[in-house]
Protein backbone atom coordinates (compact mmCIF):
# COMPACT_ATOMS: atom_id res chain seq x y z
CA UNK A 1 0.00 0.00 0.00
CA UNK A 2 0.92 3.58 -0.76
CA UNK A 3 1.16 6.45 1.97
CA UNK A 4 0.13 9.45 0.92
CA UNK A 5 2.57 12.58 0.61
CA UNK A 6 3.89 15.74 2.61
CA UNK A 7 2.69 14.36 6.27
CA UNK A 8 4.92 15.28 9.23
CA UNK A 9 5.17 13.19 12.02
CA UNK A 10 4.97 14.49 15.37
CA UNK A 11 8.15 13.20 17.29
CA UNK A 12 9.89 10.43 17.18
CA UNK A 13 7.43 7.33 16.78
CA UNK A 14 10.11 4.86 16.38
CA UNK A 15 13.59 4.18 17.91
CA UNK A 16 16.97 2.68 16.44
CA UNK A 17 19.87 1.59 18.78
CA UNK A 18 20.04 0.79 21.75
CA UNK A 19 18.91 -1.92 23.86
CA UNK A 20 15.13 -1.93 26.36
CA UNK A 21 16.21 -5.25 27.66
CA UNK A 22 19.98 -6.53 29.19
CA UNK A 23 19.62 -9.01 26.13
CA UNK A 24 21.28 -11.56 28.57
CA UNK A 25 17.90 -12.78 30.48
CA UNK A 26 14.64 -13.62 28.73
CA UNK A 27 12.23 -11.66 30.85
CA UNK A 28 9.35 -12.90 28.75
CA UNK A 29 8.65 -14.83 25.31
CA UNK A 30 9.06 -13.24 22.43
CA UNK A 31 6.02 -13.95 20.10
CA UNK A 32 5.97 -14.19 16.24
CA UNK A 33 9.99 -14.38 15.74
CA UNK A 34 12.79 -17.21 15.91
CA UNK A 35 11.87 -18.82 11.93
CA UNK A 36 12.93 -15.54 10.23
CA UNK A 37 15.03 -17.04 7.60
CA UNK A 38 11.70 -19.27 6.99
CA UNK A 39 9.73 -16.50 6.64
CA UNK A 40 11.90 -14.85 4.55
CA UNK A 41 12.19 -17.67 2.08
CA UNK A 42 8.52 -17.79 2.25
CA UNK A 43 7.71 -14.42 1.52
CA UNK A 44 10.35 -13.94 -1.20
CA UNK A 45 8.94 -18.06 -2.86
CA UNK A 46 4.84 -16.97 -3.03
CA UNK A 47 5.92 -12.81 -3.75
CA UNK A 48 7.79 -13.64 -7.31
CA UNK A 49 11.40 -13.24 -6.14
CA UNK A 50 14.36 -14.86 -7.48
CA UNK A 51 14.09 -18.49 -6.08
CA UNK A 52 17.63 -18.92 -7.45
CA UNK A 53 19.23 -17.06 -4.44
CA UNK A 54 17.64 -18.84 -1.95
CA UNK A 55 20.83 -20.26 -0.91
CA UNK A 56 22.35 -17.14 -0.72
CA UNK A 57 19.58 -16.19 1.55
CA UNK A 58 20.32 -19.06 3.80
CA UNK A 59 23.77 -18.26 4.20
CA UNK A 60 23.36 -14.83 5.26
CA UNK A 61 25.45 -13.64 8.20
CA UNK A 62 23.56 -10.80 10.17
CA UNK A 63 25.46 -11.26 12.77
CA UNK A 64 28.20 -9.18 11.84
CA UNK A 65 26.87 -6.04 12.91
CA UNK A 66 26.18 -7.97 16.11
CA UNK A 67 26.04 -5.23 19.37
CA UNK A 68 26.30 -2.57 16.35
CA UNK A 69 23.09 -1.07 17.54
CA UNK A 70 23.04 -1.39 21.04
CA UNK A 71 26.52 0.21 21.57
CA UNK A 72 24.82 4.01 20.36
CA UNK A 73 22.00 4.35 22.28
CA UNK A 74 18.30 5.27 21.15
CA UNK A 75 17.42 7.90 18.31
CA UNK A 76 15.22 8.69 16.61
CA UNK A 77 14.69 8.42 12.36
CA UNK A 78 15.43 11.68 11.52
CA UNK A 79 15.07 10.83 8.19
CA UNK A 80 11.51 9.80 8.12
CA UNK A 81 10.20 13.39 9.00
CA UNK A 82 8.03 13.73 5.84
CA UNK A 83 5.63 10.43 5.01
CA UNK A 84 6.86 10.95 0.93
CA UNK A 85 10.07 8.46 3.04
CA UNK A 86 7.88 5.52 3.88
CA UNK A 87 7.65 5.22 -0.10
CA UNK A 88 11.04 4.73 -0.02
CA UNK A 89 12.99 3.20 2.78
CA UNK A 90 12.20 0.66 4.92
CA UNK A 91 12.72 1.75 8.47
CA UNK A 92 10.48 5.02 7.38
CA UNK A 93 7.74 2.51 6.29
CA UNK A 94 7.82 0.82 9.61
CA UNK A 95 7.45 4.56 11.58
CA UNK A 96 4.71 5.27 9.49
CA UNK A 97 3.12 1.80 9.59
CA UNK A 98 3.14 2.36 13.68
CA UNK A 99 1.49 5.55 13.43
CA UNK A 100 -1.34 4.72 10.72
CA UNK A 101 -2.03 2.17 13.06
CA UNK A 102 -2.18 4.23 16.47
CA UNK A 103 -4.34 5.81 14.72
CA UNK A 104 -6.78 2.92 13.52
CA UNK A 105 -6.28 1.38 17.12
CA UNK A 106 -6.78 4.93 18.99
CA UNK A 107 -10.29 4.91 17.81
CA UNK A 108 -11.59 1.47 17.09
CA UNK A 109 -10.34 -0.04 20.25
CA UNK A 110 -12.42 1.91 22.48
CA UNK A 111 -15.12 1.92 20.05
CA UNK A 112 -15.46 -2.02 19.30
CA UNK A 113 -14.38 -3.31 22.50
CA UNK A 114 -14.29 -0.49 25.28
CA UNK A 115 -10.92 -0.71 25.81
CA UNK A 116 -8.21 2.42 25.82
CA UNK A 117 -5.29 2.28 23.66
CA UNK A 118 -1.42 2.19 25.04
CA UNK A 119 1.01 2.06 22.07
CA UNK A 120 3.22 -0.48 21.92
CA UNK A 121 6.98 0.66 21.62
CA UNK A 122 8.32 0.44 18.26
CA UNK A 123 12.41 -0.38 17.40
CA UNK A 124 14.10 -1.40 14.36
CA UNK A 125 17.80 -2.45 14.12
CA UNK A 126 20.46 -4.05 11.73
CA UNK A 127 22.14 -6.94 13.13
CA UNK A 128 21.33 -8.14 16.53
CA UNK A 129 19.80 -5.88 19.55
CA UNK A 130 18.60 -6.46 23.21
CA UNK A 131 14.81 -6.81 24.46
CA UNK A 132 13.54 -7.50 26.90
CA UNK A 133 12.58 -11.16 26.03
CA UNK A 134 16.59 -11.68 24.85
CA UNK A 135 19.08 -10.98 22.23
CA UNK A 136 17.44 -10.70 18.68
CA UNK A 137 18.62 -10.85 15.61
CA UNK A 138 18.07 -11.27 11.83
CA UNK A 139 17.37 -14.42 11.80
CA UNK A 140 14.66 -13.97 14.62
CA UNK A 141 12.44 -12.42 12.26
CA UNK A 142 10.17 -9.32 13.27
CA UNK A 143 9.10 -10.17 16.65
CA UNK A 144 6.57 -8.98 19.97
CA UNK A 145 7.65 -8.55 23.49
CA UNK A 146 5.30 -8.32 25.72
CA UNK A 147 8.14 -8.15 28.62
CA UNK A 148 8.89 -5.02 27.33
CA UNK A 149 5.84 -4.40 24.97
CA UNK A 150 7.85 -3.50 22.21
CA UNK A 151 7.67 -4.60 18.60
CA UNK A 152 11.04 -5.54 16.87
CA UNK A 153 11.67 -5.18 13.01
CA UNK A 154 15.26 -5.51 11.41
CA UNK A 155 15.16 -3.71 8.50
CA UNK A 156 17.50 -5.92 6.91
CA UNK A 157 14.35 -8.49 6.97
CA UNK A 158 13.04 -5.98 4.25
CA UNK A 159 15.44 -5.26 2.97
CA UNK A 160 16.32 -8.18 1.67
CA UNK A 161 12.28 -8.70 0.03
CA UNK A 162 13.81 -6.12 -2.07
CA UNK A 163 16.88 -7.43 -2.92
CA UNK A 164 15.75 -10.58 -3.71
CA UNK A 165 12.72 -8.99 -5.64
CA UNK A 166 9.79 -10.04 -4.20
CA UNK A 167 6.86 -8.23 -5.29
CA UNK A 168 4.51 -5.39 -3.50
CA UNK A 169 7.48 -6.16 -0.20
CA UNK A 170 6.19 -2.87 0.93
CA UNK A 171 2.61 -4.41 1.60
CA UNK A 172 4.25 -7.65 2.87
CA UNK A 173 6.25 -5.69 5.29
CA UNK A 174 3.27 -3.56 6.54
CA UNK A 175 1.32 -6.68 7.01
CA UNK A 176 4.10 -8.12 9.33
CA UNK A 177 4.13 -4.75 11.10
CA UNK A 178 0.50 -4.90 11.31
CA UNK A 179 0.11 -8.77 13.03
CA UNK A 180 2.93 -7.59 15.82
CA UNK A 181 0.63 -4.72 16.85
CA UNK A 182 -1.90 -7.41 16.57
CA UNK A 183 0.36 -9.65 19.40
CA UNK A 184 0.56 -6.09 21.52
CA UNK A 185 -3.49 -5.77 21.43
CA UNK A 186 -3.54 -9.61 22.44
CA UNK A 187 -0.86 -8.39 25.42
CA UNK A 188 -3.44 -5.32 26.04
CA UNK A 189 -6.38 -7.93 26.42
CA UNK A 190 -4.26 -10.39 28.43
CA UNK A 191 -4.74 -13.47 26.22
CA UNK A 192 -0.87 -13.30 25.16
CA UNK A 193 0.18 -15.38 27.78
CA UNK A 194 -2.38 -18.71 26.61
CA UNK A 195 0.12 -18.79 23.88
CA UNK A 196 2.49 -21.89 23.93
CA UNK A 197 5.23 -22.26 20.95
CA UNK A 198 6.36 -25.60 22.96
CA UNK A 199 2.72 -27.29 22.50
CA UNK A 200 2.27 -27.04 18.73
CA UNK A 201 -0.45 -28.19 16.24
CA UNK A 202 -3.44 -26.76 14.27
CA UNK A 203 -5.74 -26.49 16.73
CA UNK A 204 -3.08 -25.27 19.39
CA UNK A 205 -3.73 -21.76 21.52
CA UNK A 206 -0.44 -20.68 19.89
CA UNK A 207 -1.99 -21.27 15.86
CA UNK A 208 -5.62 -19.46 17.30
CA UNK A 209 -3.42 -16.50 18.48
CA UNK A 210 -1.44 -16.10 15.73
CA UNK A 211 -4.41 -16.48 13.05
CA UNK A 212 -6.32 -13.74 15.41
CA UNK A 213 -2.89 -11.60 14.63
CA UNK A 214 -3.57 -11.63 11.15
CA UNK A 215 -6.80 -11.00 11.90
CA UNK A 216 -6.24 -7.80 13.41
CA UNK A 217 -3.68 -6.98 10.85
CA UNK A 218 -6.77 -7.26 8.46
CA UNK A 219 -9.24 -5.04 10.50
CA UNK A 220 -6.58 -2.18 10.75
CA UNK A 221 -6.22 -2.36 7.13
CA UNK A 222 -9.85 -1.66 6.64
CA UNK A 223 -9.68 1.28 7.83
CA UNK A 224 -5.78 2.51 7.12
CA UNK A 225 -7.38 4.35 4.35
CA UNK A 226 -10.62 5.51 5.32
CA UNK A 227 -11.34 9.13 6.25
CA UNK A 228 -9.43 12.34 4.97
CA UNK A 229 -6.50 12.46 7.79
CA UNK A 230 -5.58 8.60 6.61
CA UNK A 231 -2.23 7.85 5.87
CA UNK A 232 -2.88 5.27 2.94
CA UNK A 233 -3.99 5.99 -0.39
CA UNK A 234 -7.26 4.00 -0.94
CA UNK A 235 -6.54 -0.03 -1.11
CA UNK A 236 -6.91 -1.48 -4.44
CA UNK A 237 -8.24 -5.05 -5.20
CA UNK A 238 -4.83 -5.91 -6.33
CA UNK A 239 -3.08 -4.79 -3.17
CA UNK A 240 -5.99 -7.12 -0.94
CA UNK A 241 -4.52 -9.77 -3.42
CA UNK A 242 -1.03 -9.00 -2.91
CA UNK A 243 -2.01 -8.90 1.13
CA UNK A 244 -3.22 -12.64 0.96
CA UNK A 245 -0.34 -13.71 -0.96
CA UNK A 246 1.54 -12.12 1.97
CA UNK A 247 -0.46 -14.41 4.18
CA UNK A 248 -0.18 -17.41 2.47
CA UNK A 249 3.37 -16.68 2.65
CA UNK A 250 3.96 -16.93 5.98
CA UNK A 251 2.06 -20.19 6.49
CA UNK A 252 3.44 -23.18 8.33
CA UNK A 253 2.48 -25.35 5.22
CA UNK A 254 4.62 -23.11 3.12
CA UNK A 255 7.40 -22.59 5.08
CA UNK A 256 7.61 -26.51 5.91
CA UNK A 257 7.34 -27.14 2.36
CA UNK A 258 10.01 -24.38 1.42
CA UNK A 259 12.09 -24.81 3.60
CA UNK A 260 12.65 -29.08 2.29
CA UNK A 261 10.51 -31.11 4.88
CA UNK A 262 7.53 -32.43 4.89
CA UNK A 263 3.83 -30.59 5.65
CA UNK A 264 3.49 -31.81 9.37
CA UNK A 265 0.19 -30.16 10.65
CA UNK A 266 1.47 -31.19 14.30
CA UNK A 267 4.30 -28.73 14.13
CA UNK A 268 2.25 -25.71 13.04
CA UNK A 269 2.55 -23.31 15.43
CA UNK A 270 0.81 -20.07 13.08
CA UNK A 271 -1.43 -21.86 11.18
CA UNK A 272 -1.43 -22.86 7.20
CA UNK A 273 -1.50 -20.72 4.58
CA UNK A 274 -5.21 -21.17 3.93
CA UNK A 275 -5.79 -20.22 7.63
CA UNK A 276 -3.82 -16.83 7.16
CA UNK A 277 -5.10 -15.96 4.16
CA UNK A 278 -9.02 -16.42 5.53
CA UNK A 279 -8.07 -14.85 9.04
CA UNK A 280 -6.56 -11.49 7.50
CA UNK A 281 -9.21 -11.28 5.22
CA UNK A 282 -12.27 -11.89 7.78
CA UNK A 283 -11.04 -8.71 9.80
CA UNK A 284 -10.54 -6.78 6.20
CA UNK A 285 -13.66 -7.20 4.58
CA UNK A 286 -15.31 -6.87 8.38
CA UNK A 287 -13.78 -4.09 10.08
CA UNK A 288 -15.01 -6.21 13.18
CA UNK A 289 -12.45 -7.47 16.18
CA UNK A 290 -15.51 -9.44 17.37
CA UNK A 291 -14.81 -11.32 13.62
CA UNK A 292 -11.38 -12.50 15.15
CA UNK A 293 -12.88 -14.13 18.65
CA UNK A 294 -10.17 -16.86 18.96
Not at 108 to 134: D, H, N, W
Amino acid sequence: MTFKGNIRKSGNRVTTGGGRGSGGRAGGIAVGGGIGTLVLIGIVWLLGGDVQDINQILNQQPAIEQGKDQNQGERGLDHCDVSDSANKYADCRVEYTALSLDKVWGVQLPRQIGMEYVPPAVKVFKGSTGSGCGMASAATGPFYCPADQTAYFDVTFFDQLHRFGAKNAPFAQEYIIAHEFGHHLQHMQGTLSKSNYNEPGPDSAAVRLELQADCYAGVWAHFADKGADAFLQPITKQQVADAMLAAAAVGDDNIQRRSGGQVRPDLFTHGSSEQRQQAFFTGYSTGNMKACTL
